[in-house]
Every structure is written in structure tokens, then in C-alpha cells.
């Protein structure tokens, strides 16, 4: 079946921009995760969102990061008024139900703020 | 959670079986067995996972010793797309769910 699609694969943008990422997790996944992984680092967890739970924003660097999920489908994260500090690969995880350690990631939006 | 211990890197020679250690010796009795690779340039892979008994899918095949103290991820037939780093971590399937990889095994396959 269909895998984590993420649009855009690539986004250049200017410093003080807004940025919307989507992700499209696979059907049937109750959880979605966002992580973001800067050049030659590890996983840095942002976001997760399990049903219709409250989500885990522990890992959001700062207010200018935002996500929103419908149901338990599309996921967008919003980062506001980007900074050079923010390029980094945006990557988007979902699992199946009450298997949150069987991730299956999208691509990754590579961004770069120039 | 317990700490996993793996090579910094090994070769293996291409249509060859690839076998990767991990060490996880104080793993405790509701931890699993994770692992998960990445491909340069790519979002990690999750591979396969086990609890106590031998797992296998279309992918590789997880040998965990009878301690659970140590395990093996094999690759039967490494193709040079098999290249990347891979990761072991042990985790308990409680509330946490923040995925977190530690240096991994580098792997390159040769022809």
C-alpha cells in the first residue's frame, strides 16, 4: 500500500516567511509523529499526535512551530517567521495502532531558509 | 531504558549475508527490540523488532539469545542498496514514544 507522502520535498524560503509542510500518513495509522534531523544529526522529536488525544507538542523548539492534524489523516506543521536555524530535513512518522515504536517515515521536506 | 552497544562500522561483500550485532544488556523484561536503518539522504526505515523469540520478514531476520541480552539483525543477501546506518534501540511499549537513535552501525556493502 501507499507509504508517508510529504509535500513539499523541497522548500527554499527567506528569513521571516511562513512555511506550511504537509503530511499524509498511512491509512489506518492512529499515530503521526514529526521530527526534524539538521545535516549530520540525529532525530529531533517535535510533534506527536495519537487519535483524538491531545497532542505532544513537548518537542516544538518555540511558539513560532505549530501543527494541526485532522482526524487521523493529514498533518500540517506550521513554522512561522523562519529562521537560518530552522533548515534542517523535516521528517513525518505514522504507526500503526498501539505499535508507536513501528514508525514508517514519509521522504522528509528539506528546508532551507536563505 | 536500556542502552544499546553497537560497532561503529562494518563492510560486508554484496550477495553476501550481513550480520549485525547489538549489545543491550540491561534490557529488562517488557523492552523490545527495535531496529530501524537510514539511507543517505532518506527518513529512517523501520525494519523489524522482537520481544524474546526470532523474528523474520521480507527484509531480515532478528536473532535475539535466549538472556535477551545481546542481539543479531541479518540481511540475507546484502545488495549495495543495503548501504546506510543502522540502529538498534530497545524500548518498552509504554506512553513513551519519542524515537531516539544512538551512533548505529555504519554499513557498507561492497561489490
Known amino acids: 500500500g501507499a507509504g508517508v507522502s510529504q509535500s513539499p520535498s523541497n522548500k527554499v524560503t527567506e528569513k521571516g516567511k511562513d512555511v506550511e509542510l504537509r503530511c499524509d500518513p498511512i491509512?489506518?495509522?492512529?499515530?503521526l509523529y514529526w521530527y526534524r534531523q539538521r545535516l549530520g544529526q540525529g532525530l529531533e522529536f517535535l510533534i506527536y499526535?495519537?487519535?483524538?488525544?491531545?497532542?505532544?507538542k513537548s518537542g516544538l523548539p518555540s511558539d513560532r512551530f505549530s501543527a494541526e492534524r485532522t482526524g487521523e489523516s493529514v498533518s500540517t506543521l506550521t513554522i512561522q517567521r523562519t529562521q537560518q536555524e530552522d533548515s534542517a530535513v523535516y521528517l513525518c512518522?505514522?504507526?500503526?495502532?498501539?505499535?508507536?515504536?513501528?514508525?514508517?517515515f514519509g521522504p522528509g521536506t528539506r528546508l532551507t531558509v536563505t | 531504558d536500556a542502552k544499546t552497544t553497537q560497532p561503529p562500522s562494518m563492510d560486508c561483500a554484496e550477495g553476501r549475508a550481513a550480520n549485525l550485532p547489538c549489545n543491550h544488556s540491561?534490557?529488562?523484561?517488557?523492552?523490545?527490540v527495535y531496529w530501524y536503518r537510514q539511507i543517505h539522504s532518506q527518513g529512517p526505515q523501520y525494519i523489524i523488532h522482537?520481544?524474546?523469540n526470532n523474528e523474520t520478514n521480507e527484509m531480515a531476520s532478528l536473532i535475539i539469545t535466549e538472556d535477551r541480552k545481546s542481539s543479531t539483525l541479518i540481511l540475507p543477501h546484502a545488495t549495495l542498496r543495503d548501504t546506510a546506518v543502522y540502529y538498534c534501540?530497545?524500548?518498552?511499549?509504554?506512553?513513551?514514544?519519542?524515537?531516539?537513535f544512538g551512533a548505529g552501525t555504519t554499513v557498507t556493502v561492497r561489490a
Open positions: 512518522a505514522s504507526s500503526p495502532p498501539h505499535r508507536p515504536y513501528e514508525q514508517y
Open positions: 491509512s489506518g495509522h492512529t499515530a
Open positions: 499526535f495519537q487519535g483524538n488525544s491531545a497532542p505532544d
Open positions: 540491561t534490557i529488562s523484561g517488557n523492552e523490545y
Open positions: 522482537g520481544l524474546k
Open positions: 534501540i530497545v524500548e518498552s511499549r509504554g506512553n513513551d514514544y519519542k524515537l531516539s
